[in-house]
């Protein structure tokens, strides 16, 4: 499985960005995928988590009604829709897959599998 992620930039505080995650390698639609991002200093931390048929999703609450995540599986691509970015969301940010059958959608960087090499987001103020 190999992930890349693409989509990162400078933006302004209120713009918008889409990051999105191709994948390849296995069958998409078998795992539920992830962003996750790391902050400079700053242990990685859990975004949002999406479902393997896109039915269902989790979000951070510190990006919860600003960021979306869906997924096409048609593409093979995960998405992650930031609007009304701020200075706090700088960091870079990963997109895991979660090949595990699970009953519930994982926040745990652990419990991922594959990861894609990160994209930076810079949001100023």
């Known amino acids: 499985v190999q992930l890349q992620a693409s989509g990162g930039g400078l933006v302004q505080a209120g713009d918008s960005l889409r990051l999105s995650c191709a994948v390849s390698?296995?069958?998409?639609?078998?795992?539920?995928m992830g962003w996750f991002r790391q902050a400079p200093g700053k242990e990685r931390e859990f975004v949002a988590t999406i479902t393997r048929s896109g039915a269902k999703t989790v979000h951070a609450d510190s990006v919860k009604g600003r960021f979306t995540i869906s997924r096409d599986n048609a593409k093979n691509t995960v998405f992650l829709q930031m609007n009304s970015p701020k200075p706090e969301d700088t960091a870079v940010y990963y997109c895991a897959a979660d090949l595990n059958l699970r009953m519930y959608l994982s926040r745990t960087s652990n419990d991922y599998d594959y990861w894609g090499q990160g994209t930076q987001v810079t949001v100023s103020s």
């Open positions: 390698g296995r069958t998409f639609s078998s795992y539920a």
